[in-house]
């Protein structure tokens, strides 16, 4: 059997490489070099915190690769653990916060509810009179996505995937109705899959299938600050949902400072949006980042910035299924796909191999929730 992937991004790789383990013979295509999507501009959040089941779920089962990838992959992707503490200001946000811990509790994750002054202990320069509650779980953290992957890269060409890139796929070849490969500016290629994990391209090569996927690119900006004082490293990624921003220790003091904090959210064209970040959106970042804790005072510097384009859906779930015979979308991660691609890559290969998916509930990941009416919103969204 022969699958093609459309898109070396992360979560192109991890399904490769999910692929090739159950051996696959697996050909990627990148239009341009390995990541140059939305992986390599993502700030490399990992947590277990989110607000529906399945999110959860996507969560648990890539944490335990996360958690074992240097060992399995041989490469230190820069895994720390300070944990994700979540805020809110606003009655109706802390009201779902002990259901959403007893939910995540449920699935074995170590969160718990925290009181503002309980959460000042893991973030000293909270000002925690400005909240009514929080959440906490001390897993959660992130990586570096640029070592991750290369990671899974390596592991790829080690298992046997063909890379190419400078390779665009520029249209899906059908026949009676199923996906029998793809058409590229480097000549055909045959395969019994196809799989569409261009990111924030993927309603257009879903577009080459014709499928009309619910997949919106949007712009998000990030900051990279001095604080005055600085953020000491065991601050966990710090988010404060009613006011949209978030900020965690990067080395040696600094921090990142990200968020969407603008009115607008327009639909972007992947090929042609501002990369660089916005200076106005740097300088209410920090602004907000203050109101949350007092790391932010007067000298704090703004040293550099970029933005990129999270794949958004209707509800903030992807989109993970075969949706026409040999074609399987892996799509609409919506800013936590950096996270969930071990899961997503595991997921990939069930639907080539086994015809189903069963690592999680298959449901929320379908296009048809949306017609169904039956999408139920992902709440915990940085
Ligand atoms: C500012 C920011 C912060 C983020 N922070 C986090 C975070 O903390 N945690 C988290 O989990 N996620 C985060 N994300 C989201 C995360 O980056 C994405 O969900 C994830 O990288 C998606 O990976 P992907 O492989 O699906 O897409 P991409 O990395 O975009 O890869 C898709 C690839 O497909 C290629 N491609 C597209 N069309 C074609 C074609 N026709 N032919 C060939 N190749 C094609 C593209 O060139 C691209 O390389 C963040 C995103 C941004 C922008």
New binding site residues.
């Given amino acids: 059997m022969h699958v093609v992937v ?8 991890a399904s490769a490489h999910a692929l090739a383990t159950r051996d696959v013979e697996v050909t990627v ?18 947590r277990s915190q989110f607000s529906t089941p399945v999110n959860v779920a996507l969560s648990r089962a890539s944490v335990e690769v996360w958690e074992r990838f240097e060992n399995e992959f041989g490469v230190d992707i820069a895994y720390r653990r300070p944990g994700y503490l979540f805020l809110a200001r606003e009655e109706s946000t802390a009201a779902g916060f002990e259901e959403q811990v007893a939910m995540q509790r449920g699935q074995g994750v170590e969160s718990e509810l925290l009181t503002p002054e309980e959460a000042r202990e893991r973030c000293p320069e909270l000002h925690a009179g400005r909240y009514r509650a929080a959440t906490y779980c001390p897993t959660d953290g ?1 990586a570096d ?1 640029h070592l991750a992957l290369q990671g899974y890269a390596d592991a790829c060409r080690e298992a046997g995937v063909e890379v190419r890139t400078k ?4 249209d899906v070849r059908l026949a009676d109705g199923a996906a029998v490969g793809v058409e ?1 500016d480097g000549g055909r290629v045959d395969a019994d899959f196809v799989v569409n ?6 309603a ?2 879903g577009a ?1 299938a014709g499928l009309d996927l619910p997949v919106s690119p949007r ?4 900051l990279v600050t001095d604080p005055d004082p600085p953020v000491p490293e065991s601050v966990p990624l710090t988010v404060d949902l009613d006011s949209g921003v978030y900020f965690r220790p990067e080395r040696e003091g600094s921090a990142l400072v ?1 968020g969407h904090l603008e009115d607008s959210d327009d639909e972007q064209d ?1 090929g042609a949006y501002t990369k660089s970040m916005d200076l106005d959106w740097a300088t209410t970042a920090v602004e907000r980042a203050a109101e949350t804790a007092g790391y932010f005072g007067p000298d704090t510097e703004l040293k550099r910035g ?6 958004v859906t209707p509800d903030h779930h992807p989109v993970v299924e075969e949706s026409l015979p040999g074609f399987v979308n ?2 609409g ?9 071990p899961a997503t890559g595991r997921l990939v290969a069930e639907l080539v191999c086994d015809g189903a998916i069963s690592l999680v509930d298959p449901v929320p990941l379908s296009s048809d929730r949306f017609d169904r009416g039956e999408g139920v919103v992902e709440r915990n969204v ?1």
């Fill in positions: 459309v898109g070396g991004g992360i979560v192109g790789l295509c990148e239009q341009g070099s390995l990541g140059n999507g939305s992986t390599e501009r993502s700030v490399g959040g990992i992130f996505p390779t665009a796929v520029t590229t994990a261009a990111g924030p391209w993927a257009r090569v080459m712009r998000r900006q990030v990200g992947p970029w933005a990129g384009l999270y794949a892996a799509v991660f919506s800013g936590h796909g950096f996270q969930h691609a940085a």
